[in-house]
């Protein structure tokens, strides 16, 4: 560590241009920072050492996480998969179903009205034949008489 002493000398002006003398020559700063801060540095390379450490490792865990949370995406994404085609088929059957419900009741509801439909055609149809055997007894006395 360096002494006060030698701190302060740092700041000592440089003498003015002209012949070179051993107290005017400037200092390299660069090497003066650098002898002093390496000690410091020095006691700092295990912490350095171990902050890299635990960056490779949490490299290495956020690598595993990501390789994890894709096979669990795509792992998710098959059960979607699977899950979409069963429901499509349920939504399939139950169509159908509703469909032939819906069939069904036309089919009854038609039925009723075809029944409906002969039971007045039945009721009607006496008095048709009635008017029709009528008619054609008086054309074919027209014809006999005429």
Do not use: K, N, W, Y
């Not at 012949?19 to 660069?30: E, F, H, K, L, Q």
């Not at 390496?38 to 912490?47: F, H, T």
């Amino acid at each position: 560590m360096p002494r006060p002493r030698d701190i302060l000398r740092r700041f000592q002006a440089a003498a003015a241009p002209g012949a070179a003398t051993a107290s005017g020559v400037p200092a390299d700063r660069a090497v003066e920072i650098a002898a002093e801060l390496a000690p410091v540095l020095a006691r700092l390379q295990p912490e350095q050492q171990q902050a890299d450490a635990l960056r490779r490792q949490a490299h290495e865990q956020a690598e595993q996480l990501r390789t994890e949370s894709a096979e669990r995406a795509r792992a998710t994404a098959a059960a979607a998969q699977r899950d979409a085609a069963a429901a499509r088929a349920a939504a399939v059957q139950q169509g159908t179903r509703q469909a032939e419900q819906e069939a069904a009741t036309e089919l009854a509801a038609a039925q009723q009205q075809a029944a409906q439909i002969r039971a007045i055609a039945a009721q009607r149809m006496p008095e048709h034949v009635h008017r029709v055997l009528a008619g054609t007894r008086a054309a074919l006395r027209e014809q006999t008489t005429g």
